[in-house]
């Protein structure tokens, strides 16, 4: 990653960094919200408060619990005078209740900076950071492909994670509720195995209907071509 030229507009990007990873009026450390958006917020209010509308939020799977995701991205709302780092928000949906608040950044408007640029500016709302331990510091499961966890801000009920992602380079920030982790990958993992059960009577059906259209198919053209027909 190249490095920004002047002082200047590496203090112009952080700043606006800052400003991006926190509600407006306070500077407490509440790893409750990102942004305007809290953690176990319904649906319907993540919704409008994104300027969308719940029926927009994506099915990612109905059992044994219900998983949605609205995705959010807020340049789109920004004046072209306004600076947005932010090139996407995807909110994560349990059974209704946002548990997981995914921010990805754009590389360019980040480009040169560096992971401590990045927890310095997110410190400022957050709090100190922490360096996740253990002999492998990459993000579990929940955020898709093993990448590395650079720093963690956290409580008893919620934690954000800074992330270096493979592709750009860039950086993701995850907030989650802490409560809903182990229920969500219960259920995701839940989910594979009945749909892994089920597989083989779901190809019958699938099989069955192809056949019934293929039969409905031939029937129509016979009544159409039967009375055409001549020796």
């Known amino acids: 990653m190249t490095k920004l ?6 203090l112009a990007v952080t700043s606006s960094l800052v400003f991006g990873a926190m509600s407006a009026p306070a500077l407490g450390e509440d790893l409750s919200r990102y942004r305007n958006f809290q953690l176990g917020t319904a649906l319907p209010t993540v919704a409008r408060q994104a300027g969308a509308d719940a029926s927009q939020a994506t099915l990612v799977q109905g059992r044994p619990a219900l998983i949605q995701e609205l995705e959010w991205r807020p340049q789109l709302f920004r004046s072209s005078s306004q600076t947005e780092p932010v090139k996407e928000v ?7 209740e946002l ?3 995914t921010v990805d950044y754009d590389r360019y408007q980040i480009a040169g900076l560096t992971a401590g640029d990045m927890v310095e500016a997110i410190s400022a709302s957050y709090g100190i950071a922490t360096r996740p331990t253990g002999p492998a510091n990459v993000a579990p499961a929940l955020y898709g492909d093993q990448q590395e966890v650079l720093a963690e801000w956290q409580d008893a009920q919620y934690r954000f994670d800074l992330i270096s992602t493979a592709y750009g380079p860039s950086f993701r920030l995850v907030g989650v509720l802490k409560r809903l982790e182990a229920p969500f990958r219960t259920a995701i993992a839940e989910a594979a195995r009945i749909d892994e059960k089920e597989a083989p009577q779901r190809k019958i059906e699938r099989i069955a209907r192809e056949s019934e259209t293929e039969r409905a198919k031939l029937e129509k053209a ?3 071509n039967k009375p055409q027909f001549r020796m």
């Open 222 to 224: 016979r009544l159409v």
């Open 5 to 10: 030229r002047g002082t200047a507009s590496v």
């Open 90 to 96: 995807v909110f994560s949906f349990y059974d209704g």
């Open 99 to 101: 548990f997981r608040i």
